[in-house]
Each structure stands twice: as C-alpha cells, then as structure tokens.
C-alpha cells in the first residue's frame, strides 16, 4: 500500500465508532488512542506528518493485535489490517525500529536456525540458568523463556515425501509452518496418516517456509514477500493437487497474499468436501470439548468435522469472537495484556467444564496451555484433526468402540 492509498483507505473511516465495543484492547484498557478509530487517527496524523513518531504513539499502535474484529465490525469496510501492516512498515523502515525483533523473527522462521535455538535453549535449561532469567524484571525475556518451554527437545522432522497408502495416483502438499512445524509434531503425523489412509500421497517439502504472516504484520514487509515468493516457486514446481493447511493464520496469510500456485484448502475443509463414504468410522468419544475460535478463522468447518465424532459433547467457548491474546508475536511483545486476555479465556474454559480445548492455531493452542498449565489445570488442547485421527485410530485397533 502506497502512503497515498494508505490515506485514502484511512479516510474511509468515519469515525463512527462502532468498531470500539468489539475491540479488546479498548475493552481492557478504555482509551481512545487504543481503539481502532484512536488508531486510525493516529495512522492519519503520523501519514500527513502532523505528530512526530513519540514513543507514546509507537506504544498504542503496538498494542494492536491485528485481530481485526474491527473489520467485522466496521459499517464503512475500513481495510484496518492492512491500514496497520502499512503504516508498521512505514515506521520500521523510515525508522528502523524492532531490530531486535527482526532478528528473532528471522530466526523463529527459518528451521535449521529453530532447530538450533531449540537445542540451545534445553541444554541451557538444564544448567539452571534460565530459571536465573525467569526471575530477572524483563517481562518479554520471561514470557519467551516461558513459551519456549513448549517445544519439543528434539525436534521431529517430518519433511518428505508420503506414499499413498491405496494407489490413486492422487498428491496433495502439506503446509506445516515455520514454528508449527517443531510444535505440531502429532498434528502433523495425524495428517499424514489420515491423507495417506484416505488415498493421498503426501508431500512436505525440505525448504518448506514459513508464511511470513508474523513478519508482515510486524512491518517487516519485504521478509514476508520473500517467503510467499518462495512459496510460489515451491508449489508451482510441486505437481501436487491441493496444498493442504494446518494452522488457520498461516492459511488465511497464504490466501490474502495468494502465495500458493496451488488450490488451498484447510484440513478441515478437505476432509468435510470428501464423500461420507470414503470417511471411516469413528470410535466415540463421550467428553464435553470446547471449540476456540481463532480470529484468523471463523468458519464453521472445524465445528462440522468434529461433529462427526460420535457422543462429542462440542460447546462453543464464550466470547469466541474475541481474541485470546497470543495474536502471532503478542503473546511475547505485549505480555502484560496479552496475559489478560488469556486469562479471560481460561475463566471462559473453566466455566465450560470443558475437559478438551479444541483449536486450530498453533499461536492460540500455546496461549491455552500456557494459561491451563499456569492454573494447574488438566484439561488436555488439540487441533480438531488430532482427535479426529485419535478416534479413527481407537475404532480401527477396537472394533467394539464403533
Ligand atoms: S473503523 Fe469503521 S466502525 Fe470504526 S470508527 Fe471507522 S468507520 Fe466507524
Ligand atoms: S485489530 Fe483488534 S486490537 Fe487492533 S484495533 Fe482492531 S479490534 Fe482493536
């Protein structure tokens, strides 16, 4: 976006706000200059060069989750998003600001150097000194040091090529994610299994990348070109059929930044368009499971395939609509409010008694089992295709569960 279509979309704003209500950090912290329209207005101000770049301005656009529930909400169409990824960009490059985070962006999203921090960090766990770190007054240190105890020590790589368990001379690519692709290691075994079983050969390339939704919307605009640009390459050249994803924010930034020469589909979606038919049957599973609903999807395909399990008690979590607070890199550079939200969440999934939390992003699942495990809690988070698999499996080893 060009600083004068910046304006021109901005000036559709007619500050109304009615976007205000539905926005969260409005909600937590009442100020207008945290609110889409206060942001906006600001995003003009600084655009016409009439407010210097303070760091009170820099603050209010960063507490931003890009949720876009203001979108939604928004009579006029306002473009919010992508007013706010332009305006971030125009600031990290007029002012070259977020180094640090550039960097670790570019080391988040790149596998080998993940898989080196990966290490790194266990290694240094085991010394006791990031319990040294933990207790130090750096928030955004502490809330790194905590995500980071997520992932996995070793690392699974599960790039490669698939064969089709029945030979139907059909392939799909898989789209696992940068950050993803470390932490979703039984979501993506359970696609595998489920595609293949289902007559889909499967292929995750070795230089697979990462969708660069968490460097565009940072401003880091031409980092984020560049990994959809590999992506094209990666699925013109792949001969697969459908390029098939996981999390529900790498494939809404897949679809908006049309960076697959693929069809796309979310694994939901594809497993609801195959006939009923050439789906197994599932054992049941009589359990009340929560459904989370990420703000990069609001589709209803998730709730549809969960609902062929059988004796699912499915319940919506309340306040679906708002967002959890891990919104990408939030959860690390807002984590003061970004805690709230989850917090609010949690009270939200403990008034459901829910004993599952069912979601589809990889950011969202690390915000729930960071806020259940902080509240010693047992209830168990997975992505709607673990438990679809995890009953498929149950059915096929026990017939008498069917
Ligand atoms: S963004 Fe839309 S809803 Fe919000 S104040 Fe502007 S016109 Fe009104
Ligand atoms: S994107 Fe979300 S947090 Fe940001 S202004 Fe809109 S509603 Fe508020």
Known sequence: MTPEDLLVEADRCVKCGLCLTVCPTYRLLAS?????????????????????LHSHVEQHLDRCLNCRACESACPSGVKYGSLLDASRSAITTEHRKKPLLKRLLRQLSHAQKLNFWIRLYHITRRTGLLALAKILPFSRLRQLLTMADQLPVNPADRTGFYASKIPTGKKVQLFTGCIGSKLDDNLIKSAIHILTSLGYAVDIPSDSQCCGALHRHNGFIEEAEQQCDAIRKQTTKSGAQKLITLATACHLELVEQQASRLPLASISDFLLQLADKEMPELAPLPIKAALHRPCSSRDNSDWQILNKIPQLELVELAENELCCGAAGSYILTQPELSNQL?????????TSGAKILITTNTGCAMQFRQQIKQAGLAIEVCHPIELIYQQWNRAATNPATR
Do not use: M, V, Y
Not at 32 to 52: M, T
Not at 342 to 350: A, I, P
């Open 32 to 52: 207008e200059a945290d609110s889409p329209r206060g942001r906006i207005s600001l995003i003009q101000a600084l655009a016409k060069n009439e407010i210097d």
């Open 342 to 350: 989850g917090e609010l969440k949690l009270s939200h999934l403990k």
